[in-house]
């Protein structure tokens, strides 16, 4: 079975970016050595979902942040890549996972941004959330879970206190063992 996991950074107020939809504040907690669990999770998801503007930022960086991981990108927008690892995808989540699922992928990154947590949100898709906060108030920006976010009760697996501040804690939806 599929199990779709949010692995993301949020600032203490609760916002995966800035309004014009910068991370930049992110590398406020870059130390050597450290990556909060990064490598582990990465090698153990099968494939990446995302949407169209997190799509744009991965592009923005020196090279593909997803390198050998089969990338879902959810996007009503024609849009191409070079890169056989980029699928684009304008189905429902509902059906996107579905194909997902019928194609052999079983843990699936729910990477962002804020429209497509909510759609996943939305239908009660999302089975665990790792939250890495990061200890900065931003103050505006997009919300993690937008005001128009359902209700859903989670409870805790485990959580890590790093010397840089970061707290990541691990949930998974209340009843989904």
Do not use: C
């Not at 997190?54 to 849009?79: A, H, I």
């Not at 070079?82 to 079983?106: C, K, P, W, Y």
Request: without cysteine.
């Amino acid at each position: 079975m599929t199990k779709v996991i949010l692995y993301i950074a949020a600032s203490l107020d609760g916002y995966i970016a800035r309004s014009d939809g910068e991370i930049d504040w992110l590398s406020i907690l870059d130390t050597e050595g450290e990556d909060y669990g990064y490598t582990a999770f990465f090698e153990s998801i099968d494939a990446i979902v995302l949407g169209s503007k997190t799509y744009e930022v991965g592009l923005s960086f020196d090279e593909w942040p997803y390198p050998e991981k089969k990338s879902f990108v959810f996007t009503q927008r024609y849009l191409k890549s070079d890169r056989e690892d980029i699928v684009f995808v304008s189905d429902t989540v509902e059906q996107a996972l579905a194909n997902l699922e019928a194609q052999g992928f079983e843990n699936i990154w729910l990477v962002g941004g804020g429209a497509l947590i909510n759609s996943f949100l939305q239908h009660s898709l999302i089975d665990e959330y790792i939250i890495s906060t990061i200890p900065i108030i931003l103050g505006g920006g997009i919300h993690l879970f937008p005001p128009s976010s359902p209700e859903e009760k989670l409870e805790l697996i485990n959580s890590i206190q790093y010397p840089t501040g970061l707290l990541q804690a691990h949930y998974r939806r209340k009843g989904n063992v």
